[in-house]
């Protein structure tokens, strides 16, 4: 918005030419969305707190510990970081561009699906919420519509197109099987982030990580001298999105300082599938869907150790860790919360690395 209303008076007041640069309205929506949750964290806790009396539902099947520490706090924190990444993005971002508002649609419905499946926890006071299969069409559905939209904005050359990471120059033409790809991206980027929310502050600094790594890759791929320089498939548009992922940045870290162990809040599905299907999203917009497996590699390991604790129980009867998904295997085998929270950052850090490595190694 701020771009739409000053940038024209530019040419008469010459320091606005500051909302012409990307790196400007990029790091003026960190410092908002960051501002934003430290002026309403506090003040949406009080209120969750005097709402959930009992805070969260604890899973019966979880790990002992958590009936204690874990128990009385409240969820749904994940609206903290929608608001705050919303009201950045409408102010910092250029509002003509297609790619914001499908980023922001698809985000802030996934939201939404999150929120029903939170509220149904708290006020049937079981950790159930919405029917899996219902969640599950409600994410399809979304997913879908945002991944025609965005093979709709795609130009020509790219439509339907899959970069593969490490080869310049090569697309794969998935036909009409693009949008079904680009959906299945979006969800299971979502499912595979709520997987990964189960500690404090566990799954929010992987979120930040990846954002601060696809506000890179946005801004190379939307720029014609980068992109070429990299020799990366050129997105016209698509560097907007800078801004929305500086403005998760920002939103993740201020929801980091109330979700620090020990946690004053909780993300809840709120908070989770709205930002892994960001995330989806991102990819998908700037053909980087291969690379954010890489980037988020943290929350595929996860995935794939619910996956595998699943099979193997269904076929041989017996299971392959303690309990899935992951981090609560390492719980169970005596590891302290913070040494394994702090460990997976490591972990989603130099995966971040080894991402953005592939932007040169062609």
Known sequence: MLYNLLFPLAEDYGFLNLFRYLTFRSGGALMTALLICFLTGGPLIRWL??????????RDDGPESHLLTKKGTPTMGGAMVLLSLAVSTLLWADLNNGYVWIALFITSTFGLIGFMDDWLKVTRRNSSGLKSRHKFLLQVVVAAIGAFLLSYLSPDPLKNQLALPLLKDVLLNLGWAFPAFAALVIVGSSNAVNLTDGLDGLAIVPIMIAAGSFAFIAYFVGNSVFSSYLQLSYVPGVGELTIFCAALVGASLGFLWFNAPPAMIFMGDTGSLSAGAALGTIAVATKHEIVLAIIG???????????VQVASFKMTGKRVFRMAPLHHHYEKKGWAEPTIVIRFWIIAFILALIGLATLKLR
């Open 49 to 58: 707190r005097s709402k959930q009396k009992d805070g969260q539902p604890i």
């Open 297 to 307: 590699g943290l929350f595929v390991l996860e995935t794939v150790s619910v996956i």
